[in-house]
C-alpha cells in the first residue's frame, strides 16, 4: 500500500511540476514575442499629426511634394516609423492654390 501511496505522490509532484514549467515558459514567450505591447497598441486611441505639403511657387505654378493620397500615406507611414508607432491612418486634403494637408493616424 505504501509503494501505491508513494507512487501517487510522486506522479502529483511530477505533474505540478510540468504545470509550473509550462506557465515559466508562456510567460517567457510572450514577454519575447512582445505580445503585451501588441495589445497595447490595439486598445490605444490614433494620434493625429499633421504632415504640411512643402509647396514652393515657381514660374507661377505652385509645385507640391505631396500631390496625391498616394503620396500622404507613404510619407504618413515614413512619420509613424519615425516616431517608432504604427501606422493606422491617412488622409489628404487637396487645397486649391495653398499647399496640401496630409493628416496621418498613427497608434
Not at 43 to 55: G, N, S, Y
Not at 57 to 81: D, M, P, V
Given at each position: 500500500?505504501t509503494?501505491?501511496?508513494?507512487r501517487?505522490k510522486?506522479?502529483k509532484?511530477?505533474?505540478?511540476?510540468i504545470?509550473?514549467?509550462i506557465?515559466?515558459?508562456?510567460?517567457?514567450?510572450?514577454?519575447q514575442?512582445?505580445i503585451?505591447?501588441?495589445?497595447?497598441?490595439?486598445?490605444?486611441?490614433?494620434?493625429?499629426f499633421?504632415?504640411?505639403?512643402e509647396?514652393?511657387l515657381?514660374?507661377?505654378?505652385?509645385l507640391?511634394?505631396?500631390?496625391?493620397?498616394?503620396?500622404?500615406k507613404?510619407?504618413?507611414r515614413?512619420?509613424?516609423?519615425l516616431?517608432?508607432?504604427n501606422?493606422?491612418n491617412?488622409?489628404?486634403?487637396e487645397?486649391?492654390g495653398?499647399?496640401?494637408?496630409?493628416?496621418?493616424y498613427?497608434?
Amino acid at each position: 500500500m505504501t509503494k501505491k501511496k508513494s507512487r501517487k505522490k510522486i506522479n502529483k509532484i511530477i505533474l505540478i511540476t510540468i504545470i509550473v514549467l509550462i506557465v515559466i515558459l508562456a510567460t517567457l514567450l510572450i514577454f519575447q514575442f512582445g505580445i503585451f505591447k501588441y495589445v497595447k497598441n490595439i486598445t490605444k486611441e490614433p494620434r493625429l499629426f499633421v504632415i504640411r505639403d512643402e509647396c514652393s511657387l515657381i514660374l507661377g505654378n505652385i509645385l507640391h511634394q505631396i500631390k496625391s493620397n498616394g503620396e500622404c500615406k507613404i510619407f504618413c507611414r515614413n512619420n509613424c516609423n519615425l516616431r517608432e508607432m504604427n501606422y493606422h491612418n491617412s488622409e489628404f486634403i487637396e487645397k486649391e492654390g495653398s499647399c496640401h494637408i496630409c493628416n496621418c493616424y498613427c497608434k
